[in-house]
């Protein structure tokens, strides 16, 4: 990120209009598993650009708190996570999106309800908690 404004409005005009028609080549997918105790993992593979993506996996509890959060921030499409791969010692499987944003955000607003801190990684993929994302 350019910090000095001269600077980014000539690396902005130099990079020219923003390109209408740009899509990711893939929609941000969900996998998700269920581990011991109520423990429940959730992994995010978000599309960057061309045939990379940024991942995030967490463990946590729904409704109630996170026990870690861990963010791949650029990862090739080929190397990312798949049905059936372990993370920690729980397979994640395909989920639906919808389903796995909806328990996320129901143990973020427990979390912080609860007074602990937020990991930080989730602001990362704040922009899937929109009303707008995935419609």
């Not at 001269?6 to 990711?24: F, T, Y």
């Not at 941000?28 to 650009?49: E, F, Q």
């Not at 967490?58 to 409704?63: I, K, N």
């Not at 990991?119 to 929109?130: C, E, S």
């Amino acid at each position: 990120m350019e910090l000095d404004k001269s600077r980014r409005r000539r690396i902005e005009s130099a990079l020219g209009p923003d390109e209408v028609n740009a899509v990711p080549r893939q929609p941000t997918r969900a996998l998700a598993g269920k581990g011991p105790n109520d423990l429940k993992v959730a992994v995010l593979i978000a599309p960057l650009y061309m045939d990379f993506v940024q991942v995030m996996a967490c463990g946590y509890r729904v409704g109630d708190s996170f026990d870690w959060v861990r963010h791949d921030p650029i990862v090739s499409t080929r190397s990312a996570l798949r049905s059936g791969d372990q993370v920690g010692d729980v397979v994640v499987e395909t989920a639906p999106l919808k389903s796995v944003i909806d328990e996320l955000a129901l143990t973020i607003v427990a979390h912080h309800r609860a007074r602990r801190q937020l990991p930080p990684t989730l602001k990362v993929f704040a922009h899937v908690f929109g009303p707008a994302f995935g419609a």
